[in-house]
Structure formats: structure tokens, C-alpha cells
T-cell receptor, first 117, second 115 residues
Framework: AQTVTQSQPEMSVQEAETVTLSCTYDTSENNYYLFWYKQPPSRQMILVIRQEAYKQQNATENRFSVNFQKAAKSFSLKISDSQLGDTAMYFCAFMKLGMDSSYKLIFGSGTRLLVRP | KAGVTQTPRYLIKTRGQQVTLSCSPISGHRSVSWYQQTPGQGLQFLFEYFSETQRNKGNFPGRFSGRQFSNSRSEMNVSTLELGDSALYLC??????????????FGQGTRLTVV
């Protein structure tokens, strides 16, 4: 069974600075997807960034980038130029598409990020 | 384009009762999945439906059930409610397919409180 571990329950960063959130996962699969989701106080889960395991290049979305280390099974999220609106709970998630394209996300326990003004 | 809509947003039920939650996916999305979020257990997968068929099911007791209608709207039902069923229930929809269309869009959830 796959597991996702986020070892940092809470983190804090000064506005405009850079912060890195950690995520490790365990799987015997070779093809899978990894995601970072953000959950602000409104509770809606918002996709921040995704990475296909077969791609060696790290994904980047504006101020958000990942460091994907497949052999180490590590998938960290770097937020540059942190903004107050980045304050939220961040979840790392793993997904392997089933043979019938069934879709099941396995989430980590989350990291609460506070951006200080 | 309207997002994923979950109703109701808040619900209070008594132990032993049953409850039905509703999820309307984004137009054109045919896959709907449900997740339970609690402080103790985190986010856990309940089940996924596609074309009115359950494709995948998480490790939950039979009191948790769901269905999907021909218009892709989905409902989940919890019978004989227990205090531990108090949670935020999230619904996500997606376009079936591989590659870039694997993204799931989430609703704002239904907050269920069992007293």
C-alpha cells in the first residue's frame, strides 16, 4: 500500500521569503502522479502543482516549484516570494491510475503554513 | 464555468440517524469521488463513481454508501450515524482520462456534525 508522509505539522515564513515543505512517499509503483494541494480556511482544496513520475524535469507554476527525487521518493514544495494569501494547509498527495482509470488520491497529514507580514 | 457544488454546506444530525450528502460535478466531468476529512485520520478516500458505477472503494464500513445518477450528480449516504462520523466530506470531480486530465477539482465540502 502507498503511504505519504509530511513530517512538518506547522511552518512559518516571513512575507516575501522562501519556504520549503517536505513530503516523502512509499510505493512500489513506477508510474504515478504527485500533487500539492492547498486548503485555505474556506476549506476548498486547490491544486497547486502536479508532477508525473515519468518526467525527470521538476514542475514549476509561477512562485511554486517542486524538487522531485524519484529514487529517494521525495517530493518537496518550494514557495518563493511568499504572500499572505499563501497561508493555508498544504497537502501532498499520491495517485496511481488504476487499469480502468479509477482515481484515488492518497494524502499526507498536511503542513499548516503561516505567512507573517 | 461553475465549480463542484456540494450541498448542504453544514449539517447537524443525531447519533443513529442517517444522512445524504449531494455533489454536483463540473459540467462535462463524469467521475466523482468522495473523501472524508477529520483531525485524527486526515483525508481518506471513500469511493469513486464513473458512469453510475462504483470504480473504487476505500476502507470504510458498509454504513457508507454512494451512488451516481445519469447526469453525473452523486450522493453519499451514511446510515446509523456515529459520533466518529463527524467530519468534513469533500467531493471531487474530473474528466476521465490519462495524462493532464488527471486533475481533480474539489468542492467546498459538507461539514457534518453528529451529536
Amino acid at each position: 500500500a502507498q503511504t505519504v508522509t509530511q513530517s512538518q505539522p506547522e511552518m512559518s515564513v516571513q512575507e516575501a521569503e522562501t519556504v520549503t515543505l517536505s513530503c516523502t512517499y512509499d510505493t512500489s509503483e513506477n508510474n504515478y502522479y504527485l500533487f500539492w494541494y492547498k486548503q485555505p480556511p474556506s476549506r476548498q482544496m486547490i491544486l497547486v502543482i502536479r508532477q508525473e513520475a515519468y518526467k525527470q524535469q521538476n514542475a514549476t507554476e509561477n512562485r511554486f516549484s517542486v524538487n522531485f527525487q524519484k529514487a529517494a521518493k521525495s517530493f518537496s514544495l518550494k514557495i518563493s516570494d511568499s504572500q499572505l494569501g499563501d497561508t493555508a494547509m498544504y497537502f501532498c498527495a499520491f495517485m496511481k491510475l488504476g487499469m480502468d482509470s479509477s482515481y484515488k488520491l492518497i494524502f499526507g497529514s498536511g503542513t499548516r503554513l503561516l505567512v507573517r507580514p | 464555468k461553475a465549480g463542484v457544488t456540494q450541498t448542504p454546506r453544514y449539517l447537524i444530525k443525531t447519533r443513529g440517524q442517517q444522512v445524504t450528502l449531494s455533489c454536483s460535478p463540473i459540467s462535462g466531468h463524469r467521475s466523482v469521488s468522495w473523501y472524508q476529512q477529520t483531525p485524527g485520520q486526515g483525508l481518506q478516500f471513500l469511493f469513486e463513481y464513473f458512469s453510475e458505477t462504483q470504480r473504487n472503494k476505500g476502507n470504510f464500513p458498509g454504513r457508507f454508501s454512494g451512488r451516481q445518477f445519469s447526469n453525473s450528480r452523486s450522493e453519499m449516504n451514511v446510515s446509523t450515524l456515529e459520533l466518529g462520523d463527524s467530519a468534513l466530506y469533500l467531493c471531487a470531480s474530473r474528466v476521465k482520462g490519462q495524462g493532464l486530465r488527471t486533475e481533480a477539482f474539489f468542492g467546498q465540502g459538507t461539514r457534518l456534525t453528529v451529536v
